[in-house]
């Protein structure tokens, strides 16, 4: 009886939800797509979309006036609410953990791949707020919201690259332009804090559906992970969100360490000798398995790219199979659910790096030099591709390193190449406010290596602005570039643009004083202090007068 | 009261002028005293060297960062690890009896972190030398850490060569099947915050020299190697493992790098810490061994008499002594050379703390289980950090690895020596000046009178014509690099000896030019006294100045210019001048004619690592010996 009524309760909720949703033009879809990498590893990209049909942004005009109440039933309020109280037509937030390995990896699903934090927003001009100060909210409150240091990222971070960070979706047509804002806080650590927020967005938590698998124990303990907010406009659709969680977990690692009873956070379970280590299911990458499904969804896919040319199994089997894709759709599927991907040979990691790259360029990039006034920026840019690819290089670098422009070279194969480099676009930073904003057009011949070197000082410091563990140095954040696209590469929303590829960050030293010794410092300076005002005092005060001296005996001028 | 002040007080009328006569005569008292204050600092400074061995002075080591938290882990390295590393070692000792080509090793091994899922790769590289020319290759991996950026990465490394005997020929194996088996294990861990670079150098010096140089992109003139093909984020830390022999009984620690640099100390007081209570193996400063042994005293001081070694092994604080004597004499004669003890010494130009852990060999107990299980928990130690070494010493003489002096209690005993120096040279600066009119005070002899005597002396003031004293002071620096201009061009190497015979006799006889100098008249100051007091204040602040850069070095300074210089007089006699400046010549020039090694091994330390050493001897100790020399040789 009382599980009757249990089963019932559940099913008016259901049905006065999945009522809600459909008379609300409000669409909520699910989707992960899991992918095995070269190196073993395998990638996963949760999406989680929320579609507002028929809304369009927030006119900056109208942000003195009361704004529209705002109801919502599966679009996050929270959300919403700062996303209008600052009118901000397209967002984009990403904190990620790790390098993200282009050569090995190829392009993520999200393209916002750099390490830390990056936010760029996209707002329209005009009303009783500057652009700064919405800029300025906006991001106090999405630090609040996501448990991150986002309000970090003030003048001194912000730049406006509108060449690299063009919008994804489109910009309404009002009478005031849009204008772009980007940050990034490369030392942001992203964990489990900035993950519970994130599922306070989703409708259904992490309780049921697809979601459900967001295991932090897991996740966290992958090779890399990401989360992403984007927040778009299309003129036909309305406001979509979408939400994203990529993580790269690596299944050899995870095995081999089990084995061993060597993660704390795993218990040794079923002895895997019998099974390849490369083998994956959701309870070995996520320790959980789809248990129920999200009600409100109104599709819930699950995407597996099935490799070319290799034996594999996968358990169960697939509602759909096209174009090495293998799609479950969980309304056809039986819960719960737990996806077996298996593979009868023993993983070898190939020793050759394999002829055909996934990615047209690969960007190395150091800062040399182990003095602390002074160094040099070298980036090596090395096209895989037969033809010669254009590329958008992008430095947001804050004022803490400051540029030679004139010092920048080109090379290939170390002859100086000054035709590579062209629609240079430089603003200079400014100490202690603005950062440095360097945009260029590159182009790479194909299948060579170009050197670009440019002489950087770094700044000194006010002693007041250096970041607790001072002498651990300073994150920069990653260059962009950009390949532009010629026919054969993926352009993911634009057909004129290719994709991001972000350079891992790098680590500055800057002269920093010994802040362990203030007691030193302290008595040091009074003793200068007391000496320099000691003699000062002595010599204004005295009076000098001639003293008529008789020598006594035995004593000479010489003595004197 | 007033009575009591009244006899206090001088009876004086005017007390400026009391003040003004008591200075004067306490000038006086100090002027005409000088030399025994100059003995006592020198005394000091000496007595107190000799005291830097003593327990007193030092104190234990302890961990200053809060981060490191050595020895808190459990360690995962067990047997199986330790066969895997004796796999590696069949296969690298197969290599060694192939007698496989540098290219080829660097390849093996590139190949065997390829199948470990590290990203792997080989630089060859080839060093221009004076005498023909060096390559070779090397291997390196890195391994991404999970969830990091990569901005900052640990270094764990192990050279072909072994340190024994300075890279005598041989080889490393064991060195290097370690790294191979530790490179397999840490990637089992997800909790790495920092990149992991594994390197293999080839040779022993050479090869790091040039991979460190291409990881920074600096070069080298001399030097031609081919760019990293990978690379990661800043190194903050280093380990060099060096092992050897079969097995090893204590893990010896090697810490001295190029121009005298340290690295931090926690870093080794951490090393010293895991790997007593983690791996449960002593830990030595250097290879030679503890102190007890009657046979090791017998060996490390022959020069004592028999009796004495017994005395001295019967007391504990001598033995002790003379223990720490050891290794702060193996410190200074590393230090002060500006030489590296082993390969870890390359980082330190770098801005990375490193060291070395030398596998003492000897027939047991230890192996690859307890240094691979030390090398865990020590990388685990250093993943800790949250930034920078800093917090611990980077000046600091090791008297035992459990014990330390801190800079206050060596540094002050160079320090004296160079004051007495300079008082020395300001003395004899003053008495240039002045020149005591003798016919005053003969006439006043006559008198007979003892007490009037010297009020009758006169002064004369005289000029101090410094421009000659300068003069030669310049040409023999200009000497000094000219003979380091000539020792490293390849000219002089190709023509070693007659050069020798030729060069030699012209430089060292050139300065005998200054016996043809004329005595001065009464009027102006002697040239010897003016180049004494010069050559006295220079040496001096030399001292004074290399004691913060390099103590090992300024003490060997203090040592051999302190006395030597000081006493540098003119004589009236041919014989005794030429004598005298034959002895100084031989002290300043001597070293390259008795040790031709030592002289060649500084040279190649100048050429391939930079090390300053041997242009510091020519360029600055030479010259300042020469210029005592030349004061032997001018009239007086």
Request: charged share 15%.
């Amino acid at each position: 009886m009382r599980h009757w009524l249990r089963v019932s309760l559940h099913l008016c909720i259901s049905l006065t939800y999945v009522l809600c949703t459909e008379a609300s033009n409000e669409h909520f879809h699910e989707k992960l797509s899991l992918r095995s990498l070269r190196d073993g590893k395998v990638a996963s990209t949760f999406t989680f979309t929320t579609v507002l049909n028929g809304v369009e942004p927030r006119h900056p005009e109208t942000l003195g006036s009361k704004d529209a109440s705002q109801h919502y039933n599966v679009f996050p309020l929270a959300l919403g609410q700062v996303l209008r109280e600052y009118g901000v037509t397209e967002l984009h937030l990403s904190m990620n953990a790790g390098k993200w390995n282009y050569e090995q990896w190829g392009y993520p699903d999200e393209l916002s791949a750099g390490t830390g934090a990056e936010l760029w927003v996209w707002m329209g001009e005009g009303g009783p707020l500057s652009i700064e100060q919405r800029w300025d909210g906006l991001r106090n409150a999405l630090s609040g919201l996501f448990c991150a240091s986002l309000a970090t990222m003030d003048e001194q971070r912000t730049t406006s690259p509108s060449m690299t960070f063009i919008p994804e979706g489109a910009l309404p047509i009002w009478n005031r332009p849009h204008l772009l804002r980007h940050a990034s806080l490369p030392s942001e650590h992203v964990c489990t804090e900035n993950l519970t927020p994130f599922l306070k967005l989703l409708p259904c938590k992490s309780f049921s559906g697809i979601a459900s698998l967001l295991n932090p124990h897991r996740l966290f303990d992958s090779d890399w992970h990401g989360m992403g907010i984007h927040v778009l406009w299309h003129p036909d659709k309305g406001v979509e969100i979408r939400l994203a969680f990529q993580s790269v977990s690596d299944p050899l690692r995870v095995s081999r360490s089990k084995r061993r009873g060597m993660c704390l956070s795993l218990k040794p379970t079923q002895s895997s000798s019998t099974k390849s280590p490369q083998d994956w299911s959701f309870r070995s990458l996520f320790n959980r398995q789809i248990d129920r499904q999200c009600p409100v969804a109104r599709t819930s896919t699950i995407e597996v790219a099935l490799p070319v040319n290799e034996a594999y199994s996968l358990e169960p089997s697939p509602s759909t199979v096209e174009l090495n894709v293998a799609r479950f759709y969980m309304t056809n599927e039986s819960v719960p659910l737990d996806i077996n991907f298996r593979w009868p040979a023993e993983f070898t990691y190939p020793v050759n790096p394999p002829s055909q790259s996934l990615v047209p360029l690969s960007v190395q990039r150091t800062l040399r030099g182990s003095s602390q006034a002074h160094g040099q920026v070298s980036v090596h840019l090395r096209n895989h591709l037969d033809e010669s690819v254009q590329a958008m290089y992008l430095e947001t670098m804050p004022w803490l390193v400051l540029f030679y422009l004139h010092t920048l070279q080109i090379k290939l194969d170390d002859a100086p190449r000054d035709d590579l480099i062209s629609n240079i676009s430089y603003i200079p930073s400014i100490l202690h406010s603005r950062p440095t904003t360097l945009q260029a057009l590159i182009t790479v011949p194909p299948k060579a290596t170009i050197r670009l070197t440019m002489d950087v000082t770094k700044a000194f410091l006010r002693y007041t602005e250096h970041p607790p563990d001072a002498q651990r140095g300073w994150d920069l954040p990653p260059a962009v570039i950009v390949p532009l696209v010629n026919g054969t590469l993926r352009g993911p929303a634009q057909p004129s643009l290719g994709s991001r590829i972000y350079t891992p960050i790098l680590l500055v030293d800057l002269a920093t004083p010994d802040f362990s010794m203030p007691y030193n410092v302290i008595i040091f300076t009074c003793t200068v202090l007391a000496f320099l005002f000691g003699t000062i005092f002595n010599l204004l005060t005295r009076k000098f007068v001639i003293v008529r001296l008789t020598l006594n005996p035995g004593c000479t001028v010489h003595d004197l | 009261m007033e009575r009591l002040r009244r006899l206090i007080r001088r009876p004086t009328t005017d007390p400026n002028v009391a003040r003004l006569q008591r200075r004067a005569a306490l000038v006086r008292f100090i002027y005409n005293h000088i030399w025994i204050v100059r003995t006592l600092l020198f005394i000091g400074g000496y007595v107190w060297m000799l005291a830097i061995p003593s327990p007193e002075l030092g104190r234990g080591t302890y961990i200053d960062e809060n981060a490191l938290q050595p020895a808190q882990v459990n360690t995962y390295w067990s047997w199986g690890e330790v066969h895997s590393a004796d796999k590696y070692l069949a296969k690298l000792e197969e290599l060694r009896d192939q007698n496989a080509s540098s290219a080829a090793r660097a390849e093996f091994i590139a190949t065997e972190f390829m199948q470990l899922g590290i990203a792997a790769a080989t630089q060859k590289y080839e060093f221009t030398l004076s005498d023909g020319s060096s390559a070779g290759a090397n291997a390196y991996a890195i391994s991404p850490s999970p969830r990091t950026a990569g901005n900052e990465a640990m270094v764990i490394s192990a050279s072909w060569l072994s340190r024994t005997g300075d890279g005598d020929g041989t080889l490393n194996l064991r060195g290097v099947a370690t790294v191979l088996a530790l490179a397999d294990f840490f990637k089992q861990y997800s909790l790495w915050a920092k990149d992991i670079i594994y390197v293999i150098s080839d040779g022993y010096m050479e090869g790091m020299q040039a991979w460190l140089s291409a990881y920074h992109e600096t070069t080298q003139t001399n030097l031609r190697m081919e760019s990293l093909a990978i690379s990661s984020g800043t190194i903050w830390t280093a380990i060099n493992i060096d092992y050897p022999g079969h097995s090893f009984s204590h893990l010896g620690i090697f810490h001295e790098g190029l121009n005298g640099r340290l690295p931090n100390q926690d870093l080794i007081n951490s090393f010293e810490h895991i790997s007593k209570y983690t791996g449960g193996v002593p830990v030595l400063l250097y290879d030679h061994g503890e102190p007890g042994d009657i046979n090791a005293l017998r060996s490390d001081f022959p020069w004592l008499p028999n009796w004495l070694q017994e005395a001295i092994h019967d007391q504990i604080h001598l033995k002790t002594y003379f223990y720490r004597a050891k290794n702060i004499l193996r410190h200074v004669s590393c230090q002060a050379r500006g030489r590296a003890s082993g390969v870890h010494g390359l980082f330190h130009q770098f801005r990375i703390d490193a060291f070395t852990v030398f596998a003492l060999p000897a027939q047991g107990p230890h192996g690859f289980h307890a240094l691979g299980r030390i090398v865990e928990s020590f990388f685990r130690t250093t993943n800790n950090l949250l930034e920078r070494l800093h917090a611990s010493f980077f000046f600091y003489i090791f008297a035992s690895s459990t014990h330390f002096l801190k800079v206050g209690s060596f540094l002050p005993s160079a320090v004296l020596i160079s004051v007495a120096m300079m008082f020395g040279g300001l003395k004899h600066w003053t008495d240039a000046a002045w020149h005591l009119d003798h016919l005053v005070a003969v006439a006043d002899h006559k008198d007979g009178s003892s007490v009037g005597n010297t009020n009758q002396e006169k002064w004369i003031r005289r000029r101090r014509p410094v421009l000659n004293a300068l003069g030669i002071m310049i040409s023999t620096h200009a000497l000094g690099s000219l003979l380091f201009l000539l020792a490293t061009s390849s000219w002089w190497q190709m023509n070693n000896q007659q050069t020798f015979y030729l060069l030699f006799p012209v430089v060292l006889a050139s300065p005998l030019i200054a016996l043809t100098v004329r005595p001065t008249p009464p009027s102006v100051a002697p040239l010897a006294t003016l180049l004494k007091a010069l050559n006295l204040c220079f040496a001096s602040t030399v001292i004074s100045t290399t004691t913060v850069l390099n103590f090992s070095l300024a003490a060997v300074l203090a040592v051999l210019l302190g006395i030597p210089l000081s006493i540098a007089s003119p004589s009236r006699s041919l014989p005794i001048k030429i004598g005298k400046y034959s002895c100084y010549v031989i002290a300043a020039f001597g070293w390259m004619v008795l040790t031709p090694a030592e002289t060649s091994n500084a040279f190649w330390n100048w050429d391939i690592l930079g090390v300053w050493f041997a242009p510091f001897v020519c360029l600055v100790y030479a010259p300042l010996m020469l210029q005592a020399g030349i004061v032997c040789l001018l009239p007086s």
